[in-house]
């Protein structure tokens, strides 16, 4: 009876959708096999978070706060998760595949000397854990089955079905983040975002990208209409940022960000396949391109060979429509 620990990250409060992604995961493989899910949740007021994990299918949330806690801080906030598992000893700790988990999950593994999964897409429980991950720019898959007590695994957002359980986790149960007396080697002076009030890449259910075929920067903001218009992210492959087009928070591929949308409209996009590594985990991919040959098709669940400048101010004014 595996139990699954599920870490609930949080940004200046804001809760991440991945956190109640992986929850409902777990607590499918909890219902199917036993074991109860656990969240695990750093920072100041865990009650929201422990409301909102109790919908999902958590048993508990266990929580802890202070000062080294109160922002994000890869040492103490790794420090913290190890502690978590040293004491409660889950099987599994999941944590979202983020820019913060990325970072987070590989130092909580060396402390824990476990196995360590990154960017997982599919998990399955049979007498132990095996995990699913894209390999060789996301063409392949690989199943893996770690050998540890137990292991850290990064989940990409999206990656799981998120469903709602109605019920209620009980309040946080606090542990010692096992901070006393440690000398922090940096402590993180502040925060500068980019891109406030739009919608997250990682996050977003909907991603809109422009490649060079939108020609120069003053026509992105035909890919911004049609993404605020659908209520999606704004994305670009990497041609667009290199080219000073665009800033590279918004790149998608294998050197930019990782995403794994419900719908992914490639607009003037060729399909290079460090972009494809990037954006192949897509549930339906849209493909408007102007050249038939173009091996963003190859991958496309539909494609319109046409001229994106004809394409997507008609295709923003339906959506419009509809939307109103």
């Known amino acids: ?96 595949s983020t820019a913060m988990g990325k970072d987070l999950g590989p130092k909580v593994a060396a402390k824990l000397e476990c196995a360590c999964v990154s960017d997982a897409v599919g998990l399955k429980f049979d007498g132990g854990f095996e995990i699913r991950r894209p390999i060789f720019a996301g063409k392949c898959f690989t199943d893996v089955v770690p050998k540890t007590a137990i292991s850290v695994v990064g989940i990409r957002p999206n990656a799981f079905v998120l469903e709602e359980k109605g019920g209620a986790a009980t309040a946080a149960e606090t542990f010692d983040p096992g901070l006393d007396g440690i000398d922090l080697k940096a402590v993180v002076e502040k ?46 492959s990497r ?42 985990s897509s549930k339906c991919i849209v493909a408007i391109n102007k050249d038939a040959n173009a091996p963003i098709f190859k991958v496309a669940d539909y494609g319109i060979v046409a001229d994106l400048f004809d394409v997507l101010p008609a295709l923003t004014d339906e959506v419009g429509k509809i939307r109103s």
């Open 1 to 96: 009876m595996p139990n699954l620990a599920v870490f609930i990250e949080q940004r200046d409060g804001v809760l991440k959708k991945v956190a109640w992604q992986m929850i409902s995961e777990a607590r499918r493989i909890a219902d199917a096999n036993g074991g109860e899910v656990w969240g695990v949740f750093l920072g100041q007021d865990a009650s929201t978070a422990t409301a909102e994990a109790g919908k999902y299918g958590a048993d508990k949330v266990f929580a802890a706060s202070g000062d080294a806690l109160s922002t994000y801080n890869s040492e103490a906030w790794s420090t913290a998760l190890a502690g978590f598992c040293k004491i409660n000893n889950p099987d599994i700790l999941m944590i979202g």
């Open 239 to 280: 041609a667009v940022v290199d080219a000073g087009w665009v800033d590279y928070s918004h790149q998608v591929g294998q050197t930019g960000k990782t995403v794994g949308p419900n719908l992914y409209i490639a607009c003037g996009i060729s399909g290079a396949i460090q972009h494809l590594a990037g954006m192949s």
């Open 191 to 236: 925060f500068e975002t980019s891109g406030g009030g739009k919608v997250e890449l990682t996050d977003a259910e909907i991603i809109v990208s422009g490649g060079r075929g939108i020609k120069g920067p003053e026509n992105y903001q035909l890919i911004e209409k049609l993404a605020e218009t659908l209520g999606a992210a704004a994305g670009a």
